[in-house]
């Protein structure tokens, strides 16, 4: 009978102690439930209304982005004064030749720590001894971190290769932990703001100002939240404006082509339409696109304005920092691995549709269309996110591709294409969280 009473009293003891640990926990929801409506949101300057969106310009930099979504015109006359400038410097270098040379568009697709490989292809390719110099780089996420450095040229490859592997042993966000969700984004973006300063120097922006000056484009990719439309950056014309806020908006542009929303905090950027001051919020520019180069009717509304057909030589290169089939993937019953696994699967088809899109414009228009991407070759046994190690060998393995002479694919994948690899994903996470 004691033991009995024992029993009841050890039950009724583990009873009241699990109610103690349960009242708690009730507490502890009901105070962070309570801070979440107290403090939701965070303090901006005015959004800009739907009416004034193609209004809206940044002060004292004319032709800084574009809205390619619902008027290509004005980027279309950009792309006939970066042509005139080419002209011009084409015909002062003092070369015996009648005509431009072709005009190499190079686009650099998002990534995260994958962007290793574009780094180790560019300076494989440097090595290899036929790297050209690109008339247009455009970059999205990973690849507006780096597309700065292939615009400049060989001569930043040191600095370019510097950059892509202190990002793995330096943290470029923050993490707020259980009170990212009273933030605006679960990590903090300052030391991708510290690491993109300590790059993108005066002396890097003059640089790019003088390509630019030579008719050469560096375009960035962001996506505004509040329209959820793309915009892409005139990176070169920002850096010739001679504006006070040049520096400072180059570098926003490219910390917030590579923050993911809701894991990092967006970048606000002051605009102005019709006299009056707002302020846009800026995010991934893979939230719509993984990779670009130029809108589909381009050529065709060049013409309309000019009055005569573009007559040169177009080269695309497509650098794609993911592997273009899908991976099979042993996925654990988690929610961070299952939307990791699900996350992923959506980026790998978004990539293949944006190479798609990008065959067909270039098929369109008569250019030579050139694909890179991590093949099933390379393979890496599980790791933490921007490990050290894993992001060198994938630089390695970029870097014998390229200096190699790279085997240059020349049409898309197929999205029906099979699975390449056995992988069990733990702790990798989301593909591009921090």
């Not at 583990?14 to 409506?37: H, N, P």
């Not at 980027?75 to 072709?102: E, H, K, M, N, Y």
């Not at 597309?147 to 510097?162: C, E, I, K, T, V």
């Amino acid at each position: 009978m004691s033991g009995n009473t024992m029993l009841r009293d050890g039950a009724m003891e583990r009873t009241a102690g699990d109610s103690i640990t349960w009242t708690l926990r009730v507490l502890m929801l009901s105070i962070v439930v309570w801070l979440l409506q107290a403090c939701s949101t965070l303090p901006r300057t005015d959004a800009l209304p739907k009416s004034e969106a193609d209004a809206a310009a940044i002060p004292g930099i004319p032709n800084a982005r574009y809205w390619l979504d619902s008027d290509i015109v004005p980027f279309a006359r950009s792309a006939i004064g970066d042509i005139g400038r080419a002209r011009t410097a084409f015909a002062q270098s003092g070369t015996t030749a009648q005509a431009l040379p072709p005009a190499a568009i190079l686009a650099i697709s998002g990534g995260g720590e994958n962007g290793a490989f574009a780094v180790g292809l560019l300076e494989g390719w440097t090595a290899h001894g036929d790297r050209p110099q690109f008339r247009v780089v455009t970059g999205v996420s990973a690849g507006a971190l780096i597309a700065p450095f292939a615009f400049l040229g060989p001569s930043y490859d040191a600095q370019l290769h510097d950059a892509i592997l202190s990002i793995g042993r330096e943290k470029l966000f923050r993490s707020r932990g259980v009170f990212g969700l009273l933030s605006d984004g679960f990590a903090d973006n300052q030391p991708a703001i510290e690491f993109v300063a300590k790059y993108m120097t005066p002396d890097v922006l003059r640089a790019v100002a003088a390509e630019y000056a030579k008719g050469r484009a560096l375009m960035i990719g962001t996506t505004e939240m509040d329209s959820g439309r793309a915009v892409t950056w005139n990176m070169g014309a920002i850096a010739a404006s001679g504006a006070p806020n040049a520096l400072d908006l180059f570098r926003k542009v490219m910390v917030a082509s590579a923050s993911i929303p809701g894991a990092v905090s967006p970048v606000m950027i002051d605009v102005e339409a019709n006299g009056k001051r707002y302020q846009e919020m800026h995010v991934d520019g893979g939230v719509n696109a993984q990779v670009f180069t130029y809108p589909s009717t381009m050529l065709a509304v060049m013409q309309e304005l000019t009055g005569e057909p573009y007559r040169g030589a177009i080269q695309v290169y497509v650098i794609l920092n993911w592997k273009v089939a899908p991976e099979w993937s042993v996925t654990p019953r988690s929610t961070l691995a299952i939307g990791g696994r699900a996350l992923g699967m959506l980026l790998q088809r978004q990539s293949v549709a944006d190479l798609d899109r990008i065959y067909r414009t270039a098929h369109q228009d008569g250019a030579d269309y050139n694909l890179a991407a991590i093949g099933a070759d390379f393979q890496y046994p599980k790791h933490k996110r921007f490990d050290p190690k894993y992001m060198n060998d994938l630089l390695g393995y970029g870097y014998r591709l390229g200096s190699a002479g790279y085997a240059w694919k020349k049409t898309p994948p197929r999205p029906d294409a099979p699975a390449t690899k056995v992988a069990v994903l733990g702790e990798q996470g989301i593909p591009g969280m921090p």
